[in-house]
């Protein structure tokens, strides 16, 4: 399966981007799907993630009540609402299938078919 992230940009501090991750070639629905970040100077961090049917969600404490993620299986396409951004959530998001079915994890070792990222930038 191939990924590919979009719906990032420029805004301002308290604005709000919607992300998505849009699936092809290969098996999507029965996977959980993660978002995660990296800032410069910084490691890749884990941002949320949500199980196969959309049921089952977890998020970074730093995200929490800010962000959600959400997917549409009949489209291939997960979501990610940032409502409120800081500038400290500047940072290119990436989307990532998980490695094995059904399974639901936060860890990025457990992620698999990473897409090209989106950047999005807050300004202060």
């Known amino acids: 399966v191939q990924l590919q992230a979009s719906g990032g940009g420029l805004v301002q501090a308290g604005g709000s981007l919607r992300l998505s991750c849009a699936a092809s070639?290969?098996?999507?629905?029965?996977?959980?799907v993660g978002w995660f970040r990296r800032s410069p100077g910084k490691e890749r961090e884990f941002v949320s993630t949500i199980n196969w049917s959309g049921g089952r969600t977890a998020y970074a404490e730093s995200v929490k009540g800010r962000f959600t993620i959400s997917r549409d299986n009949a489209k291939g396409t997960v979501y990610l609402q940032m409502n409120s951004l800081k500038p400290e959530d500047t940072a290119v998001y990436f989307c990532?299938?998980?490695?094995?079915?059904?399974?639901?994890?936060?860890?990025?070792?457990?992620?698999?078919?990473w897409g090209q990222g989106t950047q999005v930038t807050v300004s202060s």
């Open positions: 070639g290969g098996a999507f629905g029965n996977y959980a």
């Open positions: 990532a299938r998980h490695r094995t079915l059904y399974v639901f994890t936060t860890d990025a070792l457990n992620f698999g078919s």
